[in-house]
């Protein structure tokens, strides 16, 4: 197993807290546990920043907590709601639910992306970001290249396009 | 007339009707099952207001709320309406064409569900039309979509496409030899579903299914429909197998069963829904192999008729509120005197 905090080195000091009522295990290297000593022995208040982040990281059951919790800026639907009916309350609720929705979608649909009908008047705007991040990756080429012609050339145009 | 009275499209023995549905919704308001009651309304203004503009003289506009459960179940039965949108606990509205072929349900799971329907093999047709009003649609409003996942739906079994697009068949023959079952498992592999006549939960009855695609996201509708139907005409082209088989082999048996079933038909005089599909069924496969000919002036269409004798549209053609038991004998009423005689019989 390998280090928790600098994922580099084998994990030889095992620490157990109990947090919230909850017990929580670290693994962490010699010299990454020799670096938290203070943290963990003395009286510091931070540990319990420490501890956090750690938990941010892995799909500990805080994490699912704080999912439970999540909730829809616009309908105000929560996760809990999307798990128990499997719909939606309205479009911004495919990216508040995001990881959950993929989930759904993978087992169900076996793809993320559409490639079918595209609602005409859309288009039109689409297809102007699709044309600015071209002309964008196409400056930094040309500054990359310091063809600084061939930049300002690319960049006036964007002024244009943004214009519009 | 209405479409279902027209006579047309391909295989029309075994693909009784085609069936489109898109699925959008407004970006502006919250997907129906968390609208509220006056958002239901200015969402239902907003798309009859599209319509009387632009089509004044070719859709009709109803208020559900002021059409009557027996008519809402009556179009639910002739497939105008879904089940989930007769109870919605939300205002709703419908809009359709004259001959029914064409119709928009707003705010059932999605704000609008844009449908078209066909007699016989028609999907490409069909969903040419559906898609005609789509656009007319999202010229006026904008519609809730994203780049990756395309319009978004309230069921994210529907993202994408938002299409559905569906076959209604009529298998007796497969039915009958246990070969369906072993196609039903390997439809499955290719996104392909099967259903009751009526629907998501609906038991099937009188050998008539629904087939349908499944996924709606990462194909085109080109794709989905190509796809839908390559598997429908493999069913088909089994169906119409076992068919010539069963007549080849077990010719007898078959006419019997056949002729049986019409005697039930013409002399009963209580008739569940559930035991007249089947007869009906009988007599529909007779009638498509030749075994049995009938007095008819080239009118009589059995699907109109297993249409007739549900529930609802039968007390409509009643014109009055029956228990169980008088519907099963007003059916077998209707059901007698609308099957016309055996030809020399």
């Given at each position: 197993m390998l280090c928790e905090e600098c994922h580099k080195e084998q994990a030889t000091v095992f620490l157990t807290q109990v947090m919230n009522g909850k017990k929580v295990e670290i693994h962490l290297c010699a010299q990454c546990a020799k670096k938290q000593k203070d943290f963990f022995y003395g009286d510091n208040p931070s540990i319990q920043k420490f501890m956090s982040g750690l938990l941010k990281n892995s799909n500990d059951v805080s994490q699912q907590e704080i999912d439970q919790k999540l909730l829809c800026p616009k309908c105000h639907m929560t996760l809990d709601e999307f798990r128990r009916t499997s719909k939606l309350g309205c479009d911004q609720c495919y990216e508040a639910f995001k990881p959950y929705v993929n989930h759904v979608l993978k087992s169900v649909q076996g793809s993320y992306r559409h490639t079918g009908k595209k609602p005409l008047r859309m288009n039109q705007s689409q297809l102007k970001d699709e044309r600015i991040e071209e002309l964008n990756s196409q400056l930094n080429l040309a500054l990359m290249q310091e063809d600084y012609l061939e930049a300002a050339k690319i960049r006036d145009e964007l002024y244009k396009m943004k214009e519009e | 007339m209405k479409w279902y009275e027209k006579k047309q499209g391909s295989h029309p023995d075994v693909i009784i009707s085609s069936r489109i549905r898109l699925a959008r919704n407004l970006k502006d308001y919250v997907f129906p099952n968390h609208l509220s009651e006056e958002e239901a309304k200015e969402a239902i203004?907003?798309?009859?207001?599209?319509?009387?503009?632009?089509?004044?003289?070719?859709?009709?506009?109803?208020?559900?709320?002021?059409?009557?459960?027996?008519?809402?179940?009556?179009?639910?039965?002739?497939?105008?309406?879904?089940?989930?949108?007769?109870?919605?606990?939300?205002?709703?509205?419908?809009?359709?064409?004259?001959?029914?072929?064409?119709?928009?349900?707003?705010?059932?799971?999605?704000?609008?569900?844009?449908?078209?329907?066909?007699?016989?093999?028609?999907?490409?047709?069909?969903?040419?039309?559906?898609?005609?009003?789509?656009?007319?649609?999202?010229?006026?409003?904008?519609?809730?979509?994203?780049?990756?996942?395309?319009?978004?739906?309230?069921?994210?079994?529907?993202?994408?496409?938002?299409?559905?697009?569906?076959?209604?068949?009529h298998v007796p023959a497969l039915e009958a030899t246990g070969q369906l079952r072993i196609i039903l498992e390997a439809i499955g592999k290719f996104g392909i579903t099967f259903r009751g006549i009526y629907g998501e939960s609906s038991e099937p009855v009188g050998s008539v299914f629904q087939v349908s695609n499944q996924v709606t996201l990462g194909f085109s509708e080109e794709e989905i429909i190509e796809k839908l139907h390559s598997v429908t005409m493999q069913i088909v082209n089994q169906e119409i197998a076992v068919r010539d088989s069963l007549l080849k082999e077990r010719r007898l048996e078959f006419e019997d069963s056949i002729y049986r079933s019409y005697g039930v038909l013409s002399q009963a005089r209580i008739l569940t829904a559930k035991e007249a599909m089947t007869l009906l069924s009988d007599v529909k496969l007779g009638l498509e192999l030749g075994l049995l000919k009938l007095e008819t002036s080239g009118e009589f269409n059995i699907f109109d008729l297993m249409t007739q004798i549900q529930p609802a549209n039968l007390q409509k053609y009643e014109k009055k509120t029956l228990d169980v038991t008088q519907r099963d004998m007003a059916r077998a009423n209707l059901v007698r005197m609308t099957l016309p005689k055996i030809q020399g019989g």
């Open positions: - | 203004e907003m798309i009859h207001r599209i319509f009387s503009k632009e089509k004044p003289d070719e859709f009709y506009y109803w208020d559900m709320a002021q059409i009557s459960s027996i008519d809402k179940v009556a179009m639910m039965e002739r497939h105008l309406l879904s089940p989930l949108f007769v109870n919605m606990p939300i205002p709703n509205a419908l809009i359709h064409n004259v001959d029914e072929s064409l119709s928009i349900m707003v705010n059932e799971e999605d704000h609008l569900r844009i449908q078209a329907m066909s007699k016989g093999a028609n999907l490409g047709e069909i969903f040419a039309l559906a898609s005609q009003v789509d656009d007319m649609i999202e010229d006026k409003v904008d519609y809730a979509y994203s780049q990756e996942l395309g319009y978004l739906t309230a069921c994210p079994t529907n993202v994408g496409t938002g299409l559905r697009a569906s076959y209604m068949i």
